[in-house]
């Protein structure tokens, strides 16, 4: 098991919809991301939470929305989404926010398409 | 401009022998550079790292080296098995001026072992 759960798998949406991306880890970690991949293209950070608290935002469009109730459990709420958005968008949580080599620990992600 | 780059995007070899996989950087503040393998449908999962203080790190099969002066790492796999094959993403670790970690990914390069 990854110890990162992600759901659902595979989300379809119009532009016009909302909708939410969880993502939950089992592995006691104190840090969690959301990263962006769209084809061809590298892992893009989009958000770094800490025990709750937002950290980062990479410069991410505000129709992306994240949320963090307790430290295993991440969102993504989703709201008025363009075709450029659709990519595979992957979870991950680190022990520490800080600190030299903390490897991220990934889920398996959500395939996003956008119509 | 990407900071990380694998520049083949795939690369073949015979079960026993060895794999090289190279990666680039441009960065020269990255403090630790990591190397992901994914397999289908499934997030990356971490293999190994390296401290930019060392030049190289072994863990079994795999060993990563670094050349600082080059800007330039390479995971290698000895021997190969046909279970390697997989994405293998090349990953630098740089601070957020928060003092977040922030990793950057290459586009990854696909490694097919040939029984």
């Known amino acids: 098991e990854t110890g990162v759960t992600q759901t659902p798998r595979h989300l379809v949406m119009g532009m016009t919809n909302k909708k939410s991306l969880k993502c939950e880890q089992h592995?006691?970690?104190?840090?969690m991301y959301w990263y962006k991949q769209s084809a061809k293209k590298p892992l893009e950070l989009m958000f770094v939470?800490?025990?709750?608290?937002?950290?980062e935002n990479n410069s991410v469009p505000s129709r992306f929305s994240p949320e963090c109730p307790n430290s295993s459990h991440l969102f993504l709420h989703l709201h008025t989404l363009q075709p450029e958005d659709s990519a595979l968008y992957l979870c991950a949580s680190s022990q520490d926010l800080r600190g030299p080599n903390q490897p991220q620990h990934f889920g398996d992600g959500t395939r996003l398409s956008i119509l | 401009d990407q900071q990380v780059k694998q520049n083949s995007p795939s690369l073949s070899v015979q079960e026993g022998r060895i794999s090289i996989l190279n990666c680039d950087y441009t960065n020269s503040m990255f403090d630790y550079f990591l190397w992901y393998k994914k397999y289908p449908a499934e997030g990356p999962t971490f293999l190994i790292s390296?401290?930019?203080?060392?030049d190289k790190n072994e863990d079994g099969r795999f060993t990563v080296f670094l050349n600082k002066s080059a800007k330039h790492l390479s995971l290698h796999i000895v021997p190969s098995q046909p279970g390697d094959s997989a994405v293998y993403f090349c990953?630098?670790?740089?601070?957020?001026?928060?003092?977040?970690?922030?990793?950057?990914f290459g586009t990854g390069t696909r490694l097919t072992v040939i029984p």
């Open positions: 990953a630098a670790e740089a601070l957020f001026q928060t003092g977040a970690n922030n990793l950057f």
């Open positions: 939470y800490s025990l709750e608290e937002r950290v």
């Open positions: 592995l006691g970690h104190n840090a």
């Open positions: 390296i401290s930019s203080i060392k």
